[in-house]
């Protein structure tokens, strides 16, 4: 009886000895290690999405980069084409020696000026901009497809025309008609040199047109796109007879 009495007052004693102060320290400091993780991981969090919209605002920039470079593309190949016609093919447009008097020009590299594909991702996004995409494509193909037949037309040019009118004396007086001058050339040359001028003269129409289409149609994706209508809006006030009705 008296162990169990002394047990009860060791217990009640060592109980009643508990100091507040301390429990209250130990309180605080679980509190303070909760608020330093909670601070910690907020902490973390937002460091994570500044990092997300500072990419996201770079990739931005990079697209819209991208975007205006397009169209100062767009605008270097217009203005070959446009400047080509002038020069080349306007002044002789209705003279029925064209063939001959359309000169050889030098050869053009058909690898400048052209689309860098890889920066197009922006327009992988959406269906439209999967289209334009693909129009961007098919009429700089018809860019470059004329640039070639322009270079193969100046080779004939000067390879097969010109030694044949060297040949033959043209331009001192003895040819008289295009009919005999025909003959001098002979049906291969004559009619590859006609066929050729015929086809460059329509190529660049062709080429100016679908270039326009696109530039029209890519602006507008891009104004819509970013939000903005910092976007170059070039035109050709003459086109020289690249355009049907406009000058």
């Given at each position: 009886m008296s162990a169990t009495t002394n047990l009860a007052t060791a217990v009640a004693a060592s109980t009643t000895s508990i100091n507040p102060l301390a429990v209250a320290s130990s309180t605080d400091a679980w509190e303070k290690a909760l608020f330093t993780l909670l601070g910690t991981f907020i902490g973390a969090m937002l460091a994570f999405?500044?990092?997300?919209?500072?990419?996201?605002?770079?990739?931005?920039?990079?697209?819209?980069?991208?975007?205006?470079?397009?169209?100062?593309?767009?605008?270097?190949?217009?203005?070959?084409?446009?400047?080509?016609?002038?020069?080349?093919?306007?002044?002789?447009?209705?003279?029925?020696?064209?063939?001959?008097?359309i000169p050889a020009t030098l050869e053009f590299d058909l690898s400048t000026n052209l689309f860098e594909f890889e920066s197009f991702g922006f327009l992988l996004k959406s269906s439209e901009g999967r289209r334009i995409m693909h129009d961007l494509y098919l009429a700089q193909e018809c860019y470059v497809a004329t640039l070639r037949a322009i270079n193969d037309r100046s080779r004939m040019h000067r390879e097969l025309l010109q030694p044949k009118l060297s040949e033959s004396g043209f331009g001192t007086g003895n040819l008289a008609s295009l009919q005999e001058l025909a003959k001098v050339l002979g049906p291969l040359i004559h009619g590859t040199m006609v066929n050729s001028t015929a086809q460059i003269i329509l190529q660049l129409q062709y080429a100016f047109e679908k270039l326009i289409a696109a530039k029209l149609d890519f602006r507008a994706f891009a104004v819509s796109y970013f939000k903005t209508t910092d976007f170059t809006e070039f035109e050709f006030p003459e086109t020289y007879g690249l355009v049907i009705g406009k000058k």
């Open positions: 999405f500044t990092q997300i919209v500072l990419r996201r605002r770079e990739e931005r920039k990079a697209e819209q980069l991208a975007a205006h470079r397009i169209l100062f593309c767009l605008f270097q190949q217009m203005n070959t084409i446009v400047l080509f016609q002038r020069e080349n093919i306007a002044p002789r447009k209705n003279s029925p020696a064209q063939f001959i008097e």
